[in-house]
């Protein structure tokens, strides 16, 4: 009876443990460089806001967790996760064969393409090898310096935020800026500063997807985050974001 009553009492221990250790969590925390907008950005009230921001909370709303959003330097934000100092990057980060090597992924949640803008000024150029001979610039370790890479005689120049690239075409030391479709959009088309110096040309040359990152292995949270995603879609919120976001 001794036997069968310790028997009985480990295999509950067990399955609470096995519950415990597959339950999901109260809190994320999540991991954006808020320097990309309208994506991620930080508005006058000092509060990080975009659309990565308000998906991400509707995301984490409908798979039952609450979402903590930690501002983290982009050159920094792939070692903070290998750290464990958050759980996943909800930041445009783009899916591709390299990171994936190395993380793991949600289903994608938006899709967007790179693009260049030049000053108005520059009346020929439609591509990056127009630009042969001269400095164009992208932040650091995203796709848009990826592609200026790519072509033979210009010269990459990148930067820690892309608004410093903006700065530098808008003083003439660049002579072009590859990033995003609607990164491009709110500095060439809505920035007050901006919109008046500076055009979007040609047509986006890449096809790319955003997915939230996370530690290569964590399935659970991959599962859990996938959930949300699934039923934002489902009731069209990401929809509504977009419409909000991106002009």
Known sequence: MKLLRTLTATAALLAALS??????????????????????????????????????????????VAAVIKNTAWDGIFAGLDAGQYDAIISSVTITKERQAKYDFTEPYTSIGQILVVPKTNKTAKVIADLKGKKVGA????????????????????????????????????????????????????????????????????????????????KDLVALLNKGIKAVKAKKLDTKIHTKWVK
């Not at 006058?44 to 990565?52: F, P, R």
């Not at 892309?162 to 003083?171: N, P, T, Y």
């Not at 919109?195 to 997807?209: C, R």
């Open 139 to 218: 932040q650091i370790g995203t796709t848009g310096a990826m592609e200026i890479k790519k072509v033979a005689g210009v010269e990459l120049k990148t930067y820690d935020e892309i608004g410093l690239a903006f700065e530098d075409m808008a003083a003439g030391r660049i002579f072009g800026v590859v990033c995003d479709e609607p990164v491009a959009a709110h500095f060439a088309l809505q920035k007050k500063e901006y919109k008046d110096k500076f055009k979007i040309v040609g047509k986006s040359f890449t096809k790319e997807a955003y997915g939230i990152v996370v530690k290569k292995g964590n």
């Open 19 to 64: 519950l415990t250790a597959f339950a999901a969590p109260k809190s994320i925390k999540v991991a954006t460089d808020a320097t990309w907008p309208p994506m991620e950005m930080v508005d006058t009230n000092k509060q990080i806001v975009g659309y990565d921001i308000d998906f991400l909370k509707a995301v984490a709303k409908e798979a039952g």
